[in-house]
């Protein structure tokens, strides 16, 4: 019975032992194993090998064994999306649209978490688009300010978004926090006695951690859902750059750069000092679940060069120092870049890959006229953004530009997946130079840009119709917490 014994050389196995062997076989090796005979090509094609293969290329990962009934033309179906959205990125053919704006007010600062974006403006106002329903009329989140108060609102310092939170930091001290799945007003309201420095939110729970003069403290809700200091840990110097580690479970751990010194802060301990050379201040910083990565910019008598240092945040030592660069680095992504590499951007304009493997420098791409302001990177391709206003897109296996666009102000953030990408030029003055504020096209120049990209629609960009021109079946169905809590 073949269907029970399987005629493998010159032996009889089992069913269940020929498919522990074919699982070590890739797709195109499962395609010639099929073509063997009609028993191989029963177990080429058997659901359990499709599916482990569609996990381990991260296709469907939330997925279960018994949603599809054949894995196999699934499969097909994601490599065939995959080669369609990387020739989208290639070519820029897509839909792009400018997020709305605020008339009175200049963009202050702007964060993204998987195609949802958030921005705060100097009138205090904060707003949060949904780009991935296409939707792009932006609620307003409420700030509970006296509406009889004289003047204007402070500025909006930071904001920060994730799956279930918007926070927004202002130039008074105050901090607010909403729950995107309850409603446009803020579940909690904290204030310090002076500016928050720094604003960190955790991409995977509802930790949030603030800077503010010689204080860090770490905010999250009880199991009964009221807000509370979780720790408090007192610096030495003005926090610069504050960063919450990923996957730290129960207690929250952050890493936070003042000046010369990198603390390491871990909710249960006291603030303990990770990095700290005097004279050698920190110039950026990013963290991945047991790493964290920063640029040191040499100075004194004895000139070392520029670098960026990984410690491990386990063992709380230096892995690597990387770099010899004259230009300070003005940025580095180490959480969202393929294992054993990260890419940073430094004041020389130059984009590099770091191979952490080998402490070397894999790749430095001449990438701005100006220095670098942020950048992130996948398995093929790099997304940097310049002080000049440029975003370049880049496939760095072939040392080639792809395509590259321009705006004003410089950009302060870029976000890309898979098929989208976020950017914002974010101006580096405050208020708007022209007085004629009922002139658009005038203010427009002054204000800042917030781009959305989706490379999911084969499309030119140049061709793409603006969001209020779109049919409405075109708006894929998509059931997001924001559609419920802003009706």
Known sequence: NEMDDVPFFDIQLPYELAINIFQYLDRKELGRCAQVS???????????????????????????????????????????????????????????????????????????????????????????????????????LESEYEEDEPGMQPYVSFVRINSSLAVAAYEDGFLNIWDLRTGKYPVHRFEHDARIQALALSQDDVTVATASAFDVVMLRPSEEGYWQITAEFEVQKLVDYLEIVPDTERYPVAVATAGDLVYLLKAEDSARTLHYVYGQPVTCLDVSANQAAFGVKSLGWVYEGNKILVYSLEAERCL???????????????????????????????????????????????????????????????????????????????????WEVHSRHPVRHLSFNSHSLITANVPYERVVRNTDLDNFTTHRRHRGLIHAYEFAVDRLAFQSTLPICRAADTVPGYNYDLALAFP
């Not at 070519?91 to 709305?100: D, H, P």
């Open 38 to 140: 009609k028993t191989w090509k029963v177990i080429a094609e058997d659901e359990v090998l499709w599916y482990r293969l569609c996990q381990q290329e991260g296709h469907l990962p939330e997925s279960s064994i018994s949603d599809y009934s054949c894995w196999k033309l699934i499969f097909q179906e994601c490599r065939a999306k995959e080669h369609m959205l990387r020739t989208n990125w290639k070519n820029r053919k897509g839909a792009v649209s400018e997020l709305e704006h605020i008339p009175d007010a200049v963009l202050c600062d702007v964060h993204s978490h998987d195609g949802v974006v958030i921005a705060g403006y100097t009138s205090g106002d904060v707003r949060v688009w949904d780009t991935r329903t296409w939707d792009y009329t932006a609620p307003f």
């Open 320 to 402: 690597s120092k990387l770099g010899n660069a004259l230009g300070d680095f003005t940025c580095v992504n180490l959480r969202d870049s393929p294992p054993n590499l990260m890419v940073s951007g430094n004041m020389d304009r130059r984009v590099r890959i770091h191979d952490l493997r080998t402490d070397k420098i894999a790749l430095s791409l001449s990438a701005h006229q100006l220095g670098v302001s942020a950048v992130q990177m996948d398995d093929w391709k790099i997304v940097s953004g310049g002080e000049e206003g440029l975003v370049s897109v880049w496939d760095y296996r072939m040392s080639q530009k792809l």
